[in-house]
């Protein structure tokens, strides 16, 4: 697991600014309509069925290097929502600023199944548990959710707060993780 973690987190690097988008896909997943993007380089975004309609042809749209890189986003989102995926190996091409960049590389590292506090993130950032809230904004920032694991940031009591994809689609996320790591309470009949 540790090698997975540091190998996603070197490829969880910082875009050129100018690097051209290759290709754009609409799949469907339990959670609605994910629309991915990709750059040569990368998968750039993850953006859920809530968020502003993309300024790209809304069918599947790619290059032969775009194509490649939504294909492999599309089959290892296809495994972690059928279960057999805990971890994603993707190159990742987000862009944000140090801090931003900083904060999602942490998200990384949050096993599957399991959450953190804001105040934790920033501590396993370095910072003290007073950067929670620059920690929750950089994470809200994050263009990869799902892959770059936003979700399993809770607040310090560990209610949900805050997530793009609304609160019903982390809750979704989090029990889906739960359920599959075994770690999930039975309910009650």
């Not at 809530?50 to 294909?71: E, H």
């Amino acid at each position: 697991m540790r090698s997975v973690v540091h190998q996603l987190r070197r490829k969880l690097v910082a875009s050129r600014q100018g690097a051209q988008l290759t290709g754009v896909r609409v799949v469907d997943t339990p959670i609605g309509r994910l629309t991915l993007v990709a750059a040569a380089d990368g998968l750039r975004e993850v953006r859920f069925p809530n968020a502003p309609p993309f300024p790209a042809p809304t069918a599947d749209s790619a290059d032969d290097d775009g194509r490649a890189v939504l294909d492999e986003a599309e089959r290892q989102l296809s495994e972690y929502f059928g279960g057999t995926r805990t971890s994603f190996d993707l190159p990742l091409t987000p862009r944000g600023t140090p801090f931003q960049l900083a904060a999602w590389r942490g998200l990384v590292a949050i096993p599957f199944g399991e959450t953190v506090s804001y105040g934790e993130q920033a501590r396993r950032l370095g910072h003290p548990s007073g950067k929670a809230r620059a920690v929750g904004a950089a994470n809200g920032q994050n263009p990869l959710p799902i892959v770059v694991p936003c979700h399993r940031v809770v607040g310090a009591d560990g209610s949900l707060t805050g997530f793009g994809g609304g609160l019903r689609t982390k809750a979704w996320l989090l029990d889906h993780e739960q359920r599959v790591a075994g770690t999930q309470l039975p309910l009650a009949p």
